[in-house]
């Protein structure tokens, strides 16, 4: 097994060594990752590609703290996220990252605003601070309005189509700021045109704001786009 140093570059944000992942039924053991070791830099969109089952989206939810490797470390900035308290792991998943998904796990009764605000509220950075909520409720609005939703913020998901539920979705993530945008299979219940767009969207939020993008696809017009492509097969990165 490789033993891979960590990387004291100020310019990566995030670090993975050697993980491995396995799941258990019954008697059996399924390896998922096998020996991963990888970095983000600021800034850059990485894009990691493989067939289904190839372990893409659990290394994805490892890297965001959603899921825990069986052995291996995760680092942000240097610091090993096991060793965090759980209240700061889960900081890190509602400030640090944000995360978009393949479904856009909309809440049916609330507006694209709304929706958009919901991280605010769950990680209380609203509070009974009334400057705050001005500040995030302009910011979400702004944001809207840069990937074309400004006419619709008042519109519930019934009457959004799915390209424009994956921008609220999009912004959603982006609304407390994240340092890293995680995206599992962000063009996998759009059609292709549609695809395109958000695609095009998140390359001119990469370039405009500087975010840091890591994207999990099938979609191979974003790994010819990406400023690095990881390929797995079999849990493994393949070189």
Same mark, same amino acid.
Request: glycine share 8%; with cysteine; proline share 4%.
């Given at each position: 097994?490789?033993?891979?140093?960590?990387?004291?570059?100020?310019?990566?944000?995030?670090?993975?060594?050697?993980?491995?992942?396995?799941?258990?039924?019954?008697?059996?053991?399924?390896?998922?990752?096998?020996?991963?070791?990888?970095? +983000?830099?600021?800034? #850059?969109? &990485?894009?990691?590609? =493989?067939?289904?089952?190839?372990?893409? !989206?659990? $290394?994805?939810?490892?890297?965001?703290?959603?899921?825990?490797?069986?052995?291996?470390?995760?680092?942000?900035?240097?610091?090993?996220?096991?060793?965090?308290?759980?209240?700061?792991?889960?900081?890190?998943?509602?400030?640090?990252?944000?995360?978009?998904?393949?479904?856009?796990?909309?809440?049916?009764?609330?507006?694209?605003?709304?929706?958009?605000?919901?991280?605010?509220?769950?990680?209380?950075?609203?509070?009974?601070?009334?400057?705050?909520?001005?500040?995030?409720?302009?910011?979400? +609005?702004?944001?809207? #309005?840069? &990937?074309?939703?400004? =006419?619709?913020?008042?519109?519930?998901? !019934?009457? $959004?189509?799915?390209?424009?539920?994956?921008?609220?979705?999009?912004?959603?993530?982006?609304?407390?700021?994240?340092?890293?945008?995680?995206?599992?299979?962000?063009?996998?219940?759009?059609?292709?045109?549609?695809?395109?767009?958000?695609?095009?969207?998140?390359?001119?939020?990469?370039?405009?704001?500087?975010?840091?993008?890591?994207?999990?696809?099938?979609?191979?017009?974003?790994?010819?786009?990406?400023?690095?492509?990881?390929?797995?097969?079999?849990?493994?990165?393949?070189?």
């Amino acid at each position: 097994m490789s033993n891979p140093t960590v990387n004291d570059n100020n310019h990566t944000l995030l670090q993975a060594i050697n993980i491995y992942k396995e799941y258990k039924s019954g008697e059996q053991i399924l390896p998922v990752l096998r020996e991963i070791s990888l970095s +983000v830099e600021k800034g #850059e969109i &990485v894009v990691i590609v =493989g067939a289904s089952g190839a372990g893409k !989206s659990t $290394l994805l939810h490892i890297l965001g703290a959603l899921d825990t490797p069986t052995s291996g470390s995760l680092l942000y900035k240097g610091n090993d996220v096991s060793r965090l308290s759980p209240s700061k792991q889960a900081e890190l998943r509602n400030r640090v990252f944000g995360f978009v998904f393949q479904f856009y796990h909309l809440l049916p009764d609330f507006t694209a605003l709304e929706n958009v605000l919901l991280p605010c509220f769950i990680g209380k950075r609203f509070s009974k601070n009334a400057v705050a909520k001005e500040d995030f409720h302009n910011r979400a +609005v702004s944001l809207l #309005e840069r &990937v074309g939703l400004g =006419g619709r913020l008042t519109h519930k998901p !019934s009457k $959004l189509s799915g390209g424009e539920k994956q921008r609220v979705a999009i912004v959603r993530a982006l609304i407390n700021q994240p340092e890293l945008l995680l995206c599992d299979e962000p063009t996998g219940n759009l059609d292709t045109q549609t695809g395109y767009e958000i695609r095009d969207m998140i390359w001119e939020l990469n370039k405009t704001m500087h975010q840091t993008v890591v994207i999990v696809t099938h979609d191979q017009s974003m790994a010819d786009q990406a400023d690095r492509v990881i390929k797995i097969t079999d849990g493994r990165i393949i070189h």
